[in-house]
C-alpha cells in the first residue's frame, strides 16, 4: 500500500501546504501587534510544518494514511484562519469596488435583478447544492482512494489544496463579504425556503464567521476542479457534476453570497490552475520520484 522509498520524500502537495504556512507566518509577524493570537498562530503553524515532516521521515501506515488525508484539515483550519487575518492586515473594503463592477456590468445588481426568478423551491434547492460544496469537491478523492488510484489521487489532493489556498490569497489581497451584506437594503424581499432553507443557511452563516471570502469565488472555482477531473477519471458522472456544478455557480449570486466578478474571477483562476497544475505538479515532484 506505500512504499518506503516513495515516503521519505515530500510530495507536491505537502511543498504548497508549507509554502502557504511560511507565507503565512510572514504575515503574522508583519502585523503582529494587530493579531492577539499571533503567538498561538506561530505556534500551531510550526506544529503543523513538524507534523508533515515527521511524517515525511517516517514509513509506517499511520504516516502513509496522515500523509494522504492531512489536507483535508490543514486547508480548512488555514480557511478559519483568515478569519483572524484578514480583518487584521486588510486597508480597505473591497465589497464597493465589487458591486460597481458588477453594476458596470450589467447595468444593474445582479442579486437584486434576481428576484424577478425568486421562489421558496428553487431557493431550497439552490441552498442544498450550495451547502454540499465540500462533499462534492472532496468525493472524488474518496473514489480514487476506495479503487486505489493513488497517482491520480496524489495529483488531485495537489490540485484541491492549491486551488483551495490561492482562493485564500485572493481573500487577503481583495477583502469582501459579499452582496447580502453590502446590498441588504436594495433587496426588495428577503430569500425563502421550503422546510431545510434557514437551518442551512444559518449553519453556513456559523461556520464561516465574519469571513471576508468573496474574491475569488471558490465555490466556483474548485467545483470547477472537481467537475474536469470527474470527467477525466469517472466519465459516468460527468453530465452530475455539470449539472452540479452549474447550479452552485448559479446558487453563489441567486443566494446573494458572490458578485458576478467574484464568480469569473473563480472560474479564471480554475482555468489558469488546470493549465498550469500539471507542469507545476511535475516541477514540484522532483527527479526520480
Known sequence: MYAGSAQRVLWPVDKVVLTFLAGASVVIVAWWRALPYA??????HLAGASLVLFAAAHNNRATWIFRNWYPV???AACYKEMDLLVPAVRSWDADQWLAGLDYSLWHANPTVWLERIQSPALSEYLQVVYTLFVPAVLFPAFLLWQRR???EFHYFAFLIALGYLVSYVGYMLVPARGPRFLLRD?????LEGLWLFHAMQGGLDRLESIAYDCFPSGHTE?????CCSVCKWFRPLS???FTYTSSIIFATVYLR???TVDVLAGAAVAVVLLVAAPSLYRRLNGKGA
Open 239 to 241: 453530465w452530475p457534476y
Open 149 to 151: 488510484r493513488y497517482t
Open 39 to 44: 503567538p498561538a498562530l506561530i505556534g500551531l
Open 73 to 75: 484539515f490543514y486547508v
Open 186 to 190: 436594495l433587496q426588495h424581499q428577503p
Open 222 to 226: 474548485l467545483t470547477i476542479l472537481a
Open 257 to 259: 453570497y458572490h458578485y
